[in-house]
T-cell receptor
Framework: DSGVTQTPKHLITATGQRVTLRCSPR?????VYWYQQSLDQGLQFLIH???????AKGNILERFSAQQFPDLHSELNLSSLELGDSALYFC?????????????FGPGTRLTVL | GENVEQHPSTLSVQEGDSAVIKCTYS??????FPWYKQELGKRPQLIID?????GEKKDQRIAVTLNKTAKHFSLHITETQPEDSAVYFC???????????FGTGTRLQVFP
């Protein structure tokens, strides 16, 4: 158990819908990262937040957005869902930013878009 | 942006043999190179990492070597065991950021 929690574990929804994935980092960690893992694209970095502020963005679609709240938990919002958005979404956390601390991954949320 | 290539995509070895996985990267400014192990249905877990100021790092049966000039780094697992069977990902922190760019993964199978 890494100490990073993600909810829900599984999510099944239809095309065109909107979902919210939630992540709680390890106690004391200020950085939260989101990754998408699909069979054809592998593990792809989406976005990094540090203490509430966006630090880096990957190839995140405009339909996707994220935020980190004052209590440091983070949410990833996916809207206008398409079949190709079906994937495993991981959240990771690390102590700080800019010092290459280990990123601890959560158990993931498996999203299925039908 | 950073581009990471990983080879081989699959690797089968006999228990007790060594396994080597290689990665290349494109951005000479990158200076942090972690390796993650992902068992089936589980989360990626860091197994070893290396920073650009060293050329090699060891942790028991696992070692990583880095050649900054050639922009490649490798994972070496010695005396492999069946529980080493998993998918291994190399990654590179792009530039001076914490943004990890992952390789495409190597599925390692260790046969008893």
């Amino acid at each position: 158990d890494s100490g990073v929690t993600q909810t829900p574990k599984h999510l099944i929804t239809a095309t065109g819908q909107r979902v919210t994935l939630r992540c709680s980092p390890r106690s004391g960690d200020l950085s939260v990262y989101w990754y998408q893992q699909s069979l054809d694209q592998g593990l792809q970095f989406l976005i990094h937040y540090y203490n509430g502020e966006e630090r880096a963005k990957g190839n995140i679609l405009e339909r996707f957005s994220a935020q980190q709240f004052p209590d440091l938990h983070s949410e990833l919002n996916l809207s206008s869902l398409e079949l190709g958005d079906s994937a495993l979404y991981f959240c990771a956390s690390s102590a700080t930013s800019g010092t290459h601390n280990e990123q601890f991954f959560g158990p993931g949320t498996r999203l299925t878009v039908l | 942006g950073e581009n990471v290539e990983q080879h081989p995509s699959t690797l089968s070895v006999q228990e007790g043999d060594s396994a080597v996985i290689k990665c290349t990267y494109s951005d000479s400014a990158s200076n942090y190179f972690p390796w993650y192990k992902q068992e089936l249905g589980k989360r990626p877990q860091l197994i070893i990492d290396i920073r650009s100021n060293v050329g090699e790092k060891k942790d028991q049966r696992i070692a990583v070597t880095l050649n900054k000039t050639a922009k490649h780094f490798s994972l070496h697992i010695t005396e492999t065991q069946p529980e080493d069977s998993a998918v291994y990902f190399c990654a590179v922190a792009e530039g001076n950021t914490d943004k990890l760019i992952f390789g495409t993964g190597t599925r390692l199978q260790v046969f008893p």
